[in-house]
């Protein structure tokens, strides 16, 4: 399995972008996908996923912001992000967590989201 993340870059504060993660190879369910993100000095945290029945769940911070959604015959995971805050600056990542896999949770590369004030 291999995540490819893409849509980021420099917007201004309240602006949008939408984020998107194309997973090639052998996807259970893209459920299993979510965002992470990582600003510079922080650990990672999450951002958006899905809970076991499928059901979007967000991180407070971006709670209302942003929407988490997926593409299953695409393989694509989709983060749009609204209303932009300085504080959402970070390196994005998706991530696959399926348990059942060998080898554990597979991550993207990144991609760099920028908000100026």
């Known amino acids: 399995v291999q995540l490819q993340a893409s849509g980021g870059g420099l917007v201004q504060a309240g602006g949008s972008l939408r984020l998107s993660c194309a997973a090639s190879g052998n996807i259970f369910r893209t459920s299993l996908m979510d965002w992470y993100r990582q600003a510079p000095g922080n650990q990672r945290e999450f951002v958006a996923g899905f809970t076991s029945g499928g059901s979007p769940v967000y991180a407070d911070s971006v709670k209302g912001r942003f929407t988490i959604s997926r593409d299953s015959v695409k393989k694509t995971l989709y983060l749009q992000m609204n209303s932009l805050k300085p504080e959402d600056t970070a390196v994005y990542y998706c991530?696959?967590?399926?348990?059942?896999?060998?080898?554990?949770?597979?991550w993207g590369q990144g991609t760099q989201v920028t908000v100026s004030s």
């Open positions: 991530r696959y967590n399926d348990p059942g896999r060998i080898g554990g949770a597979v």
